[in-house]
């Protein structure tokens, strides 16, 4: 036995979700219950989703041009393999590795009494926090590494 | 600015200490009110993680107070 069930949200995206029961000869064993959910956006919705997310690629390959030459002027040729690798590292496996643990640990606590289905944008708190203690510190400590290198002599 | 930057040394300590100290108490009193694995996972994972994460916050703000970064 086959159910569909199709919902068509007020926004236009739309959630199809069908529900199959087979059920067995022997009238004691209970049915086997299979579930897909398949759910797609209006097309409006999906093209300004599209051009979000380019506008922040754009950003992210705006950073990406000239982050590899400040990034090696900021430390001496003798530990600069180690200092440009490990925070590298730490940033991107444990930082952004770590997000989707997070995020969900704290729309799992913003489920309150008061409200049970928990706040979905909670989880923004993270990266946003780690953003703006790397913004502070890096408005205050990080020198214009031309100087820095030049007075160093050491490119 | 040279003011402000041995402030934030003093600001970095306190925030990596009170960032393990409020992990620390958060994980015991989650362990405590229920003995469900997902908690402890979570925990298991996350302070291993980020103590030495923390220590480094707290040594960058050590370097801060003794001036390394004035330029």
């Known amino acids: ?16 979700t069908v529900a199959t029961s087979t059920f067995s000869a022997e009238r004691s064993a209970p049915p086997k219950l299979q579930k897909s959910k398949v759910s797609w956006m209006s097309s409006g919705n ?3 989703l599209v051009l979000f997310v380019f506008i922040q690629i754009l950003y992210v390959t ?5 982050i590899a030459a400040f990034l090696v002027e900021l430390f001496p040729t003798r530990i600069r393999y180690t200092s440009m690798s490990l925070p590298y590292h730490i940033g991107n496996g444990i930082f952004g590795g770590l997000t989707p643990l997070i995020a969900t640990r704290l729309f799992d606590v913003s489920k309150t009494p008061g409200n049970p289905s928990g706040d979905p944008f909670v989880g923004l708190w993270y990266p946003i926090a780690i953003s703006a203690v790397c913004f502070v510190i890096g408005f205050l400590y990080l020198p214009n590494t031309k100087e820095a290198a030049a007075e160093r002599d050491d490119f | 600015m040279k003011f402000l930057k ?11 200490l009170l960032a393990v ?12 009110a229920s003995p469900a694995l997902d908690a402890r996972i979570f925990w298991y994972t996350i302070i291993p993680v980020f103590i030495p994460i923390m220590a480094g916050l707290g040594l960058f703000g050590y370097y801060c107070l003794k001036g390394e970064y004035e330029h």
């Open chain 1, 1 to 16: 036995m086959t159910k569909t069930a199709i919902k068509v949200f007020q926004n236009g995206n739309t959630t199809k």
């Open chain 1, 46 to 48: 999906f093209w300004l």
């Open chain 1, 62 to 66: 705006m950073v990406y041009g000239p």
């Open chain 2, 6 to 16: 041995k402030f934030g040394g003093v600001v970095w300590i306190l925030l990596a």
């Open chain 2, 21 to 32: 100290y409020l992990m620390v108490q958060q994980a015991s009193t989650e362990f405590a």
